[in-house]
Structure formats: C-alpha cells, structure tokens
C-alpha cells in the first residue's frame, strides 16, 4: 500500500510540476528590451529544476472540491513564485550566501546581486498580481481572501519572520520549541497556504479548511527535518545544493538537538499524524496522504 | 496664487504626512520576541522622515470623490510601505550602494544587510495584506483592484522594471527616450498608483481616471527631474542623502542629457502640463496642483 502510493505519487507530482511550470511559462514571457533580463532571472528563479511541491499542495487540495483546473493552476503558479524569490533572496551573500540551488548556479552567481535582488521583488509582487486577476477566480472576495491569506503567510509574521529566526539561530541557543517555531513560520506558513488554498478557492466549509491546515501544520514540519537530515546526511549531487552547512553554521536544527535517528523518527511521526488529519476527505485525499509519506521518505 | 498655493501645500502636505505615519504606526507594531528586529527595521524604514508625498497624493486623490479617509489612510500606508522597501533595497551595496537615506544611516548600514533585505521584503508584502483586507473598502473588487494596480505599478512592467532598466543606464548610453521611459517606469508608475488610488476607492468614471492617471503621468517625471537636478546641484544636508551620485557613476539623467537650465525648464512644463488635466475636478483639485508646483521648486 505505501509502495503503491509511492509509485501513484511520483507520477502525479511530475504532472502537477509539468501543468504548474506551463502556467509559470506562461505568466512570465519572454520579454525584448533592456528589462529583458530581469524577466530572465525571474524566469531562471521560477523554472528551473524543482520538485513543485507547493503547486502539486494547491492542486491536490483544489481537487478535494472540484475546483476549476485553470483556477488553482494561477494559484500554484503564484505560490511557486513566492517560493522562488524567497529562495533568490535567501541565496544571496547577505543571507544564507549559497552558490548552488536546485543543481544549477544560484540567480546572483549566474547573472548578478542587483538582479537577484531585483528579480526576487518583482516575483513577490507578480505573485499578487496574479492572484487578484479576474482568471484565478470570478468572485472578488475569494481573489482578496488569497491576497490576504499569502500576503500574511509570506509576511513578518509568517515566511519573512522565519527566515528572520533563522538568521538568529546562528547566534542562539533555540531549544526544539523555538526551532518548531521557527519552522512553522519559515517552511510551515506558506505549505499551510498551500493547502488552505484549494478550500479558499471553494469557499469550503470551516471543517474542510481545519482539517487542511493541520495537515499542512503536521506536513510542514516534516517536510523540514527531513530538509535538515538531508543537509546533515546527504550528498550535493542528491540534493541539488550545498550539504553540512547547518553544523558548519553551529545551527541549531531539530537534527543538532535530537540527533539524526530521533529527528527521522520524529519526522515519520509527524508525516502520520498529518494523514490522520484527511479521514473526511476519504480517498479523494489520496494524492495529499502520499505526499506525506514522500516528504519524509525523500533523499533529494 | 502660486506663492499663496505653497504655502497652503506646505500645511496640506505635513497634515497628510502625520497622518499617514499614525496609519503606519497602527500597522507596523512593536513586536516583542526575536523577530522584534524585522519589524524594528520596517518601521525604522517606513517611519523615517520623509514628505510622504505618495500618501499626499492618494489623500488628496481620494478626497476629491469624498472617499471616507480610514479607507484612504490603509492605502496612503500601504503605498509608503512599498516606497519604503524600494528604497532599503535600492540602497543596498549590490545595488545603488547608499550609507544616508534621510538623512540618517540607511537600513543596511543601521541594522545590517541581511535583515535590511527581510524587512523589505515584509514592506512590500505588508502592503498587499493591507490593502487586501475588508478594512480598506467593503467591496471585494475594489480591494482586488486596488491589489492588482500597486502589483502592476510596482512589479517587473513597472518600478522594480525601472530600478532594473536604471541598473543599466549606468552602462548604457540612454537618449531622452529611453530616460522617460526609465522615469516613467522607476518613479512614474507608484506615482500613477498614488493619483488612481482614489478613483479606485471611488469606482470613479473612466474620464477621472483618465485625468488623474495623465496628472500623474506628468508629475512623476517632473518628480524625477527635480530629483536629479538636486543630485547635480544640491548638498547632502538639503536632501539627506548622498549628492553626485549620478554623474560619478557616468549615468545618463535628463540633467546630463539637456543640461541644467534645458532640465529645469522641461520641468517646469510638465508641471505646468500636470496641473492642466486637473480641470474637471474644479477648486477641489488645488492641493493637487499645488503639488506639482512643490515637486519642480522644492529644494529637498
């Protein structure tokens, strides 16, 4: 059954990236003229190599309800976006100052800082644009509910405030509650809208909407440790990036404070206690349940 | 009439600028905890002084419909939240490599590089939760509208487009053409946001808008050429920040283009041209074209 739904899973996940990265291709055109080159960052952010995990979240949640495919295909398209720039910004030699992501040369080594930079403002800001266009959805109240509901997971209080955290980690001593917490916001709040957006798009009820966002909750920081193990345990040419520069930092993760067993043991923990939380879905909720399973069985 | 309308302008502009800060104020807390910093920084970033002349103008824009001014207030802020983030990361070391903004340390050289890119990063993010929620206006489609302008005026077509496309005047030989559109895009089209924002909160007719969006057109490029002219010729205690800037970096400007005189006198005009498409609007418009005087005379 696990293996089953392993198999069934990579062959979804591969079609949502390839429906996600047509809407990506198709919301950020090829420009002519000098500003030409922004758009060549933003698309190089955006397209290049990725697993689409937030997009294949926003899909499968919309598909619990019927959700017109054109409809969550903007909104997948829009988190993915977020995503990228937050990692254009992350990469930079301020931040996390990271020359590898995804296999390929991070945005300010492959062109330049000042674009990076540039390139990851208008990929932030493309995301709303797209999300408050009449295409995602006829009724303006749902178009401004997603606003809000990313502009606030994405925020100070939310992505933003995380990756801030983060920075301090470095120079603290977090315990594990100040570490969940930091994941919660840095990685947690942006998979929450992930999977809230398909019950936003639907107008679902508060049931539906609470069940998605503890499964994001539970999925979210899963999906972390399993980031941290691989950054503990794997190698550059599984993950795409740079490895063993959470302990070269002296960052406290959950894998530095629990150890690398306890960490994975914990993550399987987490990954269960999420699909626990889809039982009123029943098998429509398939996709998302495997999800869990891949998340924390991954080694890229 | 023309020294009488300053004088009233400069009560006018000081007004909306106390009350765009208390808006800022409510929505930029003091948050307690480790990410205290981020928000320590956004409101060091968007509280700084400064004329707020983009809250001036959707105060001033939105008044001439009579749109209820708690609605006006949320979008003043949430247009000095993302000229705020424009300016922290335009000041950046990658990018125009400022230490004065303000005349005070920029948010870089306060704080440091890392936290200055989150925080604003949170503006601009903060801008679009702002506008998004009920508060601003109880019509959805305005609040999306509202949402889907500043994204355009201020993405990759508009603002950051021109900080990208200024990024490159430096090495490229601009002609006047390819300077106003740079202007039109950098500084032209927040301000175009600024003026249409209370047309937006009104659902005015198209002929206002038209109107509003030509004044706008105008005045944010004889904005720019009053900026340029006091990068040229104005001392850094006049304008708080750093002076020469442009011609040390042997960039094309509409100043090293037609001179001093011939620059000055092109502002003049469009000022004056601004001011001409606010006709329909009656005495109501005077702060307005009060503004546009202000813009090509201020020496700050």
Known sequence: MKAGERLDFAAELAAAAAAADGELDRLLP?????????????????????????????????????????HALRVAAAIEMVHSYSLVHDD?????????????????????????????????????????DPATHPNATIRAELVGELARGAGGRGMVGGQMLDLLAAHRDFDLGGIARLERLKTGALIGFSCGAGAILANANEASRAALYAYAHDLGFAFQIADDLLD????????????????????????????????????????RQAVSHLDLFREMADPLRAAAHFVVDRRA
């Open 232 to 271: 503990a345990e794997g190698s550059e040419a599984q993950t795409g990036k740079r490895v063993g520069k959470d302990a070269a930092a002296g960052k406290a993760t959950v894998v530095s404070l629990l150890g690398v067993e306890e960490a994975r043991q914990h993550a399987q923990m987490l990954a």
């Open 92 to 132: 930079l030699p301020a931040m996390d100052d990271d020359d590898l992501r995804r296999g390929r040369p991070t945005a300010h080594i492959q062109f330049d800082e000042a674009t990076a930079i540039l390139a990851g403002d208008a990929l932030l800001t493309l995301a709303f644009e797209v999300l408050a």
């Open 30 to 70: 090829v420009v002519e003229g000098p500003e030409g080159r922004l758009f060549e960052v933003m698309r190089y952010a955006a397209l290049g190599p990725g697993k689409r995990m937030r997009p294949f979240l926003v899909l499968n949640s919309a598909r619990l309800f019927n959700v017109p495919s054109q």
